[in-house]
C-alpha cells in the first residue's frame, strides 16, 4: 500500500505568499509607530504584544491598533497618569486588549517550541508530531504566563508572588479556552 500525501491547492500557497510579508509589514509599522514616532504604550508589555499580534492578525490587526491600540505621542512622556484620565474603554475593547496580550505569548511560544522541536528532532514515545506539540504548549504556556505577568503585576500592583499566581491563573484559563 502506499501513501500519498495530499498537497494543499495552489491558491492557499498563493494567499500564503501575500499574506505572509503584508503581515510582516504591518508588524514593522506598528513598531516604527511605537519606537520612531515615540507612541510608547502605557503598559509596556504592549509594545512588544501590538508588533507580535500583527504577525498573526496581518492588516486586520492595524484597524484594531489604529482604532483604540495606538497611544498618543506624548503618552508615555511625563508624569505617569497624567493623560490617563478618560473614560474607561468599552468591555469589547479591554476583552479585545487582554486577549492579544494572551495570544501574542502564545504564539510566540507556539513559534519558539515548534522549531525547537524541529531543531532537535525531539519525540514523544517516537512521534515527532506530538514532541512538537509538547514543545510548543510547554512554551506558549510559560511564555504566556510571562506575558500575563507583565500585564496584571503592574495594573493591579501585586506583589511578585501573587502576579505569579495570578498569571497561572488566567493564562491557564485563556490556553484551555484555546
Excluded at 513598531?31 to 498573526?56: C, E, F, H, K
Excluded at 513559534?111 to 528532532?121: I, P, R, Y
Aim: net charge positive; aromatic share 12%; glycine share 8%.
Amino acid at each position: 500500500m502506499s501513501w500519498e500525501v495530499a498537497l494543499p491547492p495552489d491558491w492557499i500557497n498563493i494567499i500564503a505568499e501575500i499574506y505572509q510579508p503584508i503581515s510582516i509589514a504591518s508588524a514593522l509599522l506598528i513598531l516604527a509607530d511605537i519606537l520612531i514616532a515615540g507612541r510608547r504604550q502605557p503598559m509596556s508589555i504592549m509594545n512588544a504584544v501590538w508588533p507580535l499580534t500583527m504577525l498573526y492578525w496581518g492588516p486586520l490587526g492595524l484597524i484594531f491598533y489604529f482604532w483604540f491600540g495606538r497611544a498618543k505621542a506624548s503618552q508615555h512622556r511625563g508624569s505617569h497618569g497624567a493623560d490617563r484620565r478618560h473614560a474607561s474603554p468599552p468591555m469589547w475593547q479591554s476583552a479585545f486588549k487582554g486577549a492579544t496580550h494572551c495570544g501574542a505569548g502564545c504564539a510566540l511560544g507556539d513559534f519558539a517550541g515548534e522549531w525547537l522541536a524541529f531543531a532537535t528532532s525531539f519525540t514523544i514515545l517516537g512521534s515527532s508530531l506530538t514532541g512538537r506539540f509538547a514543545m510548543s504548549l510547554m512554551f506558549a504556556y510559560v511564555l504566556g504566563i510571562g506575558f500575563q505577568y507583565l500585564s496584571i503585576v503592574p495594573m493591579l500592583e501585586l506583589r511578585p508572588r501573587e502576579g505569579v499566581i495570578a498569571a497561572i491563573k488566567v493564562d491557564t484559563l485563556s490556553l484551555l479556552a484555546y
